[in-house]
């Protein structure tokens, strides 16, 4: 019986972000160990949900000592990063030998020792197993990857769904890639293709242009046998490190020469596409004019901040959108959500049906989007912020935004949580007693995630700009670590 590693150890780190990423961050939602694992996992469209199906039909044998998601946020500490990576890399030792291994990663850690973080865990890895076993890691879309990652892994393969809705259907790729190289049938090796650019491929957008055409044609190339796997990432711009921006990394079996030549090839294109882009933000009157728009019974008008993503390491508290909203009077709006531990206890403290006064968001960063607002209303809703997600991206699993209040303002429904998060399902709404399709508008905090879930409720989607840390800013200022010359700090 083959003995499999199999561990999740994910994290998007915006080093703009004044919110470090401790032990403690990391504990607090989506962490398990162990037994846990298949408790919280078996049977859902996940990552994991996957490995575990393939074990029982390859006969695996699994050992997996830890599942680590916590929120994208701020560098991870030295002693984070240490502690999570220990106990992974202890479990080669204490339940070795490992015939293979199958990791699930971001692709886009940063701590404080280490810009590529990923490169490091995977480096450390190989050195513990040995050059003869299979490494396979997913990634995100998202990830910033290192030609430091792509030696030290056998194959990268990273989602190709922006919203990402296909983290089950690629680790099943990756859990047949490592059978097929544990039967000693395949050798597979990773080439990487990168070019001096910060950002590219649409942000990593799926639905059209640069990105659409370049996953379908690696996965023509995957289907004619010429490549095992052709992984295209859009990279993560908020973070100031050396290896920032796009790649197409290309695992094949034996000879490398030809997948280099692809992955050449592929990121000559994503060079060429680089201003192409779907993005449209808007300011904030304006968004605050089409919600006045809204008639009973209209479907509900969906405004995302893009620039206060809790998804991206935004801090998810900014306040400009919904304190013009308030100033405007705009009524009938579900609020998604202020991210402020502080207001839901004293709202548990004024209790169900209580009309109090808050002090609410804008306090992590007054800068970033809008300070705090002292609003008086009602505690509508109390919850623990657990509940399971059933939607596109959901996957059947539980998710806890821990404490979590609807705290209603004049016509306004906003909805206040402890543990930071964007909106990707509608359970998000509907478990705190807010049924988002009966509202004219509908806010929430995300770039593209979003989308999933809620542009089928929507009469209409749009994107605000509230300033907030994930506004897109490139300057040599911000950006002191990257590599130079690169496009767009430097004319190419
Ligand atoms: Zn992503």
């Known amino acids: 019986m083959k003995r499999v590693l199999t561990a999740r150890f994910m994290h998007e780190t915006n080093t703009f972000s004044r919110v470090p990423t401790d032990t403690a961050m990391i504990r607090r939602r989506d962490y398990h160990l162990e037994n846990e694992i298949p408790e919280a996992f078996r049977g859902t469209r996940s990552a994991f949900g996957a490995t575990f199906e393939a074990a029982d039909k390859f006969g695996w044998a699994l050992v997996h000592p830890v599942s680590a998601n916590p929120n994208p946020s701020g560098i991870v500490t030295d002693t984070a990063f240490e502690t999570i990576a220990g106990v992974i890399l202890g479990a080669v030792d204490t339940k070795g030998p490992i015939d293979g291994v199958l990791l699930h990663l971001h692709g886009a850690m940063v701590s404080e020792s280490h810009e590529d973080a990923e490169g490091e865990f995977l480096a450390r890895l190989r050195s513990r197993v040995g050059p003869e076993v299979t490494i396979v890691v997913t990634l995100d879309l998202h990830a910033n990857v290192t030609q430091y990652m792509a030696d030290n892994a056998n194959a990268l393969i990273a989602y190709r769904t922006y919203p990402h809705i296909d983290q089950y259907e690629r680790a099943w790729q990756g859990a047949e890639?490592?059978?097929?190289?544990?039967?000693?049938?395949?050798?597979?090796?990773?080439?990487i293709a990168r070019r001096p650019m910060m950002y590219g491929l649409d942000h990593g957008r799926t639905q059209r242009g640069p990105m659409a055409e370049?996953?379908?044609?690696?996965e023509a190339l995957e289907?004619?046998?010429?490549?095992?796997?052709?992984?295209?990432?859009?990279?993560?711009?908020?973070?100031?490190?050396?290896?920032?921006?796009?790649?197409?990394?290309?695992?094949?079996?034996?000879?490398?020469?030809?997948?280099?030549?692809?992955?050449?090839?592929?990121?000559?294109?994503?060079?060429?596409?680089?201003?192409?882009?779907?993005?449209?933000?808007?300011?904030?009157?304006?968004?605050v004019a089409l919600a006045r728009e809204g008639k009973p019974g209209d479907k509900p008008l969906v405004v995302a901040d893009y620039t206060d993503n809790p998804g991206g390491g935004?801090?998810?508290?900014?306040?400009?959108?919904?304190?013009?909203?308030?100033?405007a009077g705009i009524d009938n709006v579900a609020f998604h959500a202020i991210c402020d531990p502080e207001a839901v206890q004293d709202g548990?403290?004024?209790?169900?049906?209580?009309?109090?006064?808050?002090?609410?968001?804008?306090?992590?960063?007054?800068?970033?989007?809008?300070?705090?607002?002292s609003l008086t209303g009602e505690v509508v809703c109390l919850t623990n912020g657990r509940f399971i997600a059933y939607g596109p991206m959901g996957g059947g699993i539980e998710r806890d935004y821990g404490p979590s209040m609807v705290f209603r303002v004049g016509g306004i429904d906003i909805v206040v949580i402890t543990n930071n998060g964007q909106?990707?399902?509608?359970?998000?709404?509907?478990?705190?007693?807010?049924?988002?399709?009966?509202?004219?508008?509908?806010?929430?905090?995300?770039?593209?995630?979003?989308?999933?879930?809620?542009?089928?409720?929507?009469?209409?989607?749009v994107l605000v700009d509230t300033s907030a840390l994930c506004s897109e800013i490139y300057t040599p200022e911000l950006f002191t670590k990257v590599r130079r010359p690169v496009w767009p700090l430097d004319p190419i």
Not at 352 to 364: A, D, E, H, M
Not at 447 to 461: S, T
């Open 214 to 218: 370049l996953i379908a044609r690696g």
């Open 314 to 327: 935004g801090y998810g508290d900014a306040t400009a959108f919904l304190k013009s909203l308030i100033d």
């Open 177 to 191: 890639l490592l059978e097929r190289a544990m039967q000693g049938e395949i050798r597979p090796r990773t080439v």
């Open 423 to 461: 909106a990707v399902d509608l359970g998000q709404l509907t478990s705190l007693g807010i049924d988002p399709t009966r509202y004219r508008t509908v806010a929430v905090k995300s770039m593209q995630h979003f989308r999933a879930a809620f542009e089928p409720i929507a009469r209409e989607v």
């Open 223 to 287: 289907n004619s046998g010429e490549v095992l796997a052709v992984s295209i990432c859009a990279g993560f711009s908020r973070a100031n490190i050396h290896d920032v921006g796009p790649s197409v990394t290309v695992t094949v079996d034996g000879d490398t020469a030809r997948g280099q030549g692809i992955a050449e090839e592929f990121m000559d294109y994503a060079w060429q596409t680089r201003d192409f882009t779907t993005v449209k933000l808007l300011p904030v009157a304006e968004v």
């Open 348 to 373: 548990m403290r004024a209790g169900v049906r209580s009309k109090t006064s808050l002090t609410l968001g804008g306090k992590t960063d007054p800068a970033m989007g809008g300070g705090p607002l």
